[in-house]
């Protein structure tokens, strides 16, 4: 090797060595795979770099042995640089006790304690029969008795679904805490099957009697999910004395497909609502199954997050669901909307995508749909995450139902969260972010020149400040504010006494974004993998509002002593509490902008007719 080649030699290699291993350790974090692989990788990045100046005087191709030989084995390493499958524990403790045996209506169970004992756990109970082969796309089907203990130590099985890869997850999680803790800790996936109808309970432990229920249904779109995530966790709710319940239903093509020929075969005509046929099936099992364990079926309360809260506004519309439940918590979702911006859909396009995905999977009949692999399914091209009138679980829309006073709940706690859409605007404009120059015509897009003009006015100064934020902040007011707004309104008019709110906590990690109240309001931040990014500002808050959501679950009033006083919402006092480092009532911030949405939508309407 030359003298010239010698220093290029000693520049360049270290600093590409040095790079492609810097690369290689942040993708393994990322990863969450099994540090056993990092090892490895490290192990051949370390030999290939020996090897490689122990040959740097032989001849190019003998060089390139050892640098070949690298990549390979990282191609050979990086698919097993991934989270495993695996069962997840109700306990998050080592060696956990075991419960006495509950029995129930169909038969006995037996689950985990708490730590220190003071709540029992029971994961995984079944609520319906399997929808699996001819149960697959039909109203969910009450269980069977079964014999022995059914344990129940574990949660049970996600519903189908397409996982995102753990790369993209934490990078997302990177995102929203701008820095990077790198721990190499091994991730887990939950298995996941069609074998999903399940739900997981925190009661205080002991006998108890008449207690209040939670009965909580999980967001993600109606697409993903699972009864199982941490920041929903029921035991600080069991440990204020309100049993915790949380469902598990079916997701996307499983849960929501729609079809003609099925609601023809269904003695109820339904199509299209499976997975809130589930919801309000599992509704029916904590009525029947209340005082087995403890609770007072006359006091439950549904509650949910995301599509989790469109499913609750639902469910206050269903005819199915009517005397099942007394109350609702809705956290950011609703659709109880003239037309709902997201997670609803007419009949009519429901059954239409519903025969392009029999095309598209090349079936002329339901028999053949059904004999297809669950995988196969889920490969599919079109989402399937709207409800949709079916004449069965819903009769008419959930406006509609309002309209009519015919909905089920007597008290409403409702609201959302500052930066509500900066998780779906922001990566969609990722490499284009929206500016002054560009915001007029991205509004013109969704809103008409007309519509987007008068908004443009609203958010002059907003828009002259920064652009960027005042376009996420103007969809986060048409696809949460003012659903809610909507809903609290029309609950409002048929006497439903009301209680909203806007969280407004920012912390190291989510912070106001969607779904960053839920660790709040359940009790949750110390169960946080990021609890680091929290503090004791944090804590004290999550307290307040655990209290506040328990107190409603068993009173329909969030109020208490000891707590500042949340105003019942009413026409002559319009005002929120704000839920952050102030706890106070506010007057909402976004009044001004409802009334163009609502006009806009009302357009749509009459243009549509």
Not at 374 to 386: D, E, G, I, M, P
């Amino acid at each position: 090797m030359s003298k010239p080649g010698k220093i290029i030699f000693w520049i360049s290699f270290p600093l590409t060595a040095i790079i492609t291993l810097l690369l290689l350790i942040f993708y393994l974090d990322l990863a969450n795979g099994p540090l056993a692989i990092f090892i490895l990788t490290i192990v051949a990045f370390v030999l290939m770099a020996s090897i490689r100046i122990i040959l740097r005087h032989k001849k190019f191709v003998i060089r390139m042995i050892p640098t070949l030989s690298f990549v390979l084995t990282v191609a050979i390493l990086l698919p097993f640089a991934k989270p495993s499958l695996k069962t997840k524990s109700v306990a998050y403790y080592d060696n956990p006790v075991k419960t006495e045996v509950l029995t129930l209506e169909n038969g006995q169970v037996q689950g985990l304690y708490n730590e220190d004992k003071t709540v029992e756990i029971y994961g995984g109970i079944p609520y319906a029969e399997a929808p699996i082969g001819e149960l697959r796309w039909k109203e969910p089907v009450n269980k069977k008795n079964w014999d022995g203990v059914l344990d129940c130590s574990n949660f049970g099985p996600r519903a189908m679904q397409n996982d995102s890869s753990a790369v993209v997850n934490s990078l997302v999680d990177l995102y929203a805490e701008k820095s990077w803790h790198p721990d190499f800790k091994e991730g887990h996936i939950e298995p996941m099957s069609e074998d999903c109808l399940n739900l997981t309970m925190w009661k205080p432990a002991g006998d108890v009697s008449n207690l209040p229920i939670l009965v909580y249904i999980h967001g993600g779109s109606l697409t993903s999910g699972a009864a199982s995530f941490e920041d929903y966790n029921g035991e600080e709710v069991a440990k204020k004395g309100v049993i915790m319940i949380n469902v598990q239903y079916r997701l996307g093509i499983f849960g929501y497909f729609a079809h003609h020929d099925l609601a023809k075969e269904s003695p109820n005509g339904t199509t299209g609502n499976y997975g809130l046929l589930d919801q309000i099936k599992a509704l029916e099992w904590v009525n029947n199954n209340a005082s087995y364990f403890g609770g007072d079926k006359n006091n439950i309360t549904i509650a949910g997050e995301s599509a989790g809260s469109s499913s609750v506004s639902a469910i206050c519309s269903s005819p199915l669901a009517s005397g099942k439940f007394k109350r609702a918590i809705g956290e950011s979702s609703s659709v109880v909307v003239k037309r709902a911006p997201h997670t609803f859909r007419k009949y009519e396009d429901a059954v239409k995508m519903g025969q392009q995905i029999m095309e598209e999977m090349k079936c002329s009949s339901l028999e053949e749909m059904r004999k297809l692999d669950a995988s196969k399914l889920l490969n599919s091209k079109y989402t399937n995450s709207s409800m949709t009138v079916d004449g069965y679980a819903l009769t008419k829309t959930p406006y509609e139902v309002y309209m009519a006073h015919e909905n089920n709940e007597d008290e409403l706690l409702n609201g959302f969260n500052v930066l509500e859409a900066d998780a779906f605007v922001v990566p969609q404009y990722l490499f284009n972010p929206t500016n002054k120059s560009n915001i007029h015509e991205r509004l013109v897009e969704t809103f008409g020149d007309v519509f987007a003009s008068q908004i443009e006015e609203v958010y002059k100064d907003k828009i002259e400040k920064d652009a960027f934020s005042a376009f996420n902040e103007i969809f986060s007011v048409y696809w949460f504010m003012y659903p809610h707004h909507s809903w609290t309104n029309m609950a409002l008019q048929n006497g439903v006494k009301v209680y909203r709110y806007q969280f407004t906590k920012e912390n190291g990690y989510y912070g106001t974004y969607h779904s960053g109240e839920m660790i709040y309001c359940y009790g949750n931040v110390k169960k946080s993998p990021y609890y680091y990014r929290y503090n004791e500002s944090d804590l004290k808050l999550s307290e307040i509002m655990l209290t506040y959501w328990t107190n409603f679950a068993k009173n329909g009033n969030p109020n208490s002593e000891g707590l500042q006083n949340w105003p019942l919402f009413s026409y002559e006092n319009p005002d929120i509490i704000e839920l952050g480092n102030n706890v106070g009532p506010i007057k909402d911030p976004y009044g001004d902008l409802y009334p163009i949405i609502e006009a806009f939508i009302d357009s749509q309407i009459i243009n549509d007719k």
